[in-house]
C-alpha cells in the first residue's frame, strides 16, 4: 500500500474526539487516511468531515477540515491517504 502525505493536524478536540486537519492534498469521505506521530499510529476511514461545522464530501488542499478520530492525537502528526 502506498501513502501520500495530504496534511498536518493542528488541534484534537477531546469531545468529541475530532482532529483538526490542515490539508495539502484533496481528501473525501471513504479515503482511508494513517495519521502518524511521534506516539500516534492511527488508521481510520474517513466516515465524515466537516468545514466550519457544515458537513462535506470532499476537500481541498488549503482546506482545514474537522474528522471524527478512534483516539487521541496530537499537533503536528501527519496526515497520509492510503492509495492502493
Known sequence: MAEEMIGTV???F???VV???D???TLKTGDSIHIVGHT???QLTVE???I???NVN???PGDSIGIKVSDRVRRGDKVYKIVA
Open 23 to 25: 490539508l495539502m492534498g
Open 10 to 12: 493542528m488541534d484534537f
Open 40 to 42: 500516534t499510529d492511527m
Open 58 to 60: 470532499e476537500a481541498k
Open 48 to 50: 465524515s468531515m466537516q
Open 14 to 16: 477531546a469531545r468529541p
Open 52 to 54: 466550519n461545522n457544515v
Open 19 to 21: 482532529a483538526g486537519i
